[in-house]
């Protein structure tokens, strides 16, 4: 297996997603445990990145930002910049885990010997592929997680799996205060672990935080249940 000393995950966004692909840092992380691993994601992502100790350097972007104000030269100043920050790095591999064209822009700006990503087909955007060296398909009908591991691992020609998917994530005493505010009925429960990210950007998805504790007290108030909340930027500001 090919061993190299620095890679750069692009995956900006969004919070789940984001969620879905921290199996490909504990696999690499266990395959090569001397790496340096960087990644680049989106503003309101880092808060909950920074709680992954494994992650070397954090990159941090705001396209969305960018996009409303194109026009402003202070845009193009902030991208710009960005994108020269990632690219002063040399990467012996840049895995493409978003598979758009923004993170197609990210790919190409980026200084490395391999630029590895989803092939046309199975791409999000078939014009992310273009500036990829190393093109992966990947087998239908699983999950997003898999997906995303399955593309490491075929670079690699190695589909064994991390030892666990358990990642460790940190959270500071505001974020357990405001847990235990609005969830005070689950703290402390062990048993079942359910994951919950609080927190949407598109209206028809985003849930009161009312409304939520409702549903948990109504069906999971009387069970075995340990409650995870994954916040980040988004997700403190919906249940505070």
């Not at 680049?40 to 960018?66: G, P, S």
């Not at 996009?67 to 030269?73: I, L, S, T």
């Not at 630029?115 to 078939?126: E, I, L, R, Y």
């Not at 087998?139 to 666990?164: H, M």
Request: glycine letters at 4%; a positive charge; aromatic letters at 14%.
């Amino acid at each position: 297996m090919t061993h190299f000393n620095r890679v750069l995950l692009v995956k900006t966004s969004s919070l789940g997603d984001v969620v879905h692909s921290l199996p490909v840092l504990r696999y690499l992380k266990e395959k090569f445990p001397q790496m340096k691993v960087d990644w680049i994601a989106e503003k309101e992502c880092i808060d909950f990145l920074q709680t992954q100790t494994q992650i070397h350097t954090l990159y941090e972007v705001d396209t969305r930002l960018w996009r409303k104000h194109w026009w402003k030269k202070w845009a193009w100043k902030q991208a710009i910049a960005s994108l020269a920050q990632v690219r002063s790095v040399y990467y012996d591999a840049v895995f493409d885990l978003q598979g758009n064209y923004k993170s197609s822009v990210i790919t190409y700006a980026a200084s490395a010997a391999r630029k590895v990503g989803f092939s046309w087909t199975d791409a999000s955007n078939c014009l992310a592929s273009i500036p990829l060296t190393d093109r992966f398909s990947y087998p239908k009908g699983r999950n997003i997680r898999q997906d995303y591991l399955y593309l490491i691992q075929s670079f690699y020609k190695d589909f064994s799996f991390p030892s666990s998917y358990q990642v460790p994530c940190a959270s500071d005493s505001m974020d357990q205060e405001n847990i235990e505010a609005v969830f005070p009925f689950l703290v402390g429960k062990e048993g079942v672990r359910m994951l919950v990210i609080p927190g949407s950007r598109w209206k028809k998805q985003a849930v009161a935080a009312r409304n939520m504790a409702t549903f948990f007290r109504e069906n999971y108030a009387e069970d075995t249940c340990a409650m995870d909340f994954c916040l980040g930027e988004l997700g403190r500001e919906a249940i505070c």
